[in-house]
């Protein structure tokens, strides 16, 4: 994926309805899309704004006031948001993959050595299959208890045990 296709560049954004009815479109300008992609691609406003404007003659004060009305703009806050929701749902795409890929190659790997154990080393070969099959899911281990006692007997247990470390349990 080369970097235009991580760029997130609408041209033309809905403006609501004119006073006639009729729907209007306003098209950010190429300065101000800049901008946007420039916070999308992590940059600080006042940095973007160096970025896609000249500032040469500009102090401090009013690079930060311009950076900060151009995110205020509703149509730079939509497109803003709408490209850091798209590159966060293409890095966790990302990572997902990659996950996959990493599970696919130790379960193949624990496969390779059951198949290659399985009449030298029955023993490594039980382990590798029940490896893979608590990874699967295959099966799951579960653990019931099946113990009622009441309030006084886990309260009578606690002290006695608390006795024999030579603990004080009295209250008062």
Known sequence: MDDDDKKFTPTVIDGGKSK?????????????LGFANSIIDGMTQVDAYKANYDC?????????????????????????????????EQKELINLKSSLREEDRI????WDIVSDTKDKNPTASLKGLEMLGKRLG???????????????EIEQEIVSKLKAFGTNTDNS
């Open 138 to 152: 295959i099966w799951t281990e579960r653990i019931e208890i099946d113990e009622q006692r009441d309030r006084t």
């Open 56 to 88: 040469s003659n500009s102090k401090d004060t009013t690079i930060r006031n311009e950076s900060s009305r151009l995110m205020n703009n509703p149509d730079i806050t939509m497109i803003v948001n709408q490209g850091l929701k798209r590159k966060k």
């Open 107 to 110: 379960i193949s790997e624990i």
């Open 20 to 32: 006639s009815g009729s729907k209007r479109k306003r098209k950010l300008t190429a300065k101000q």
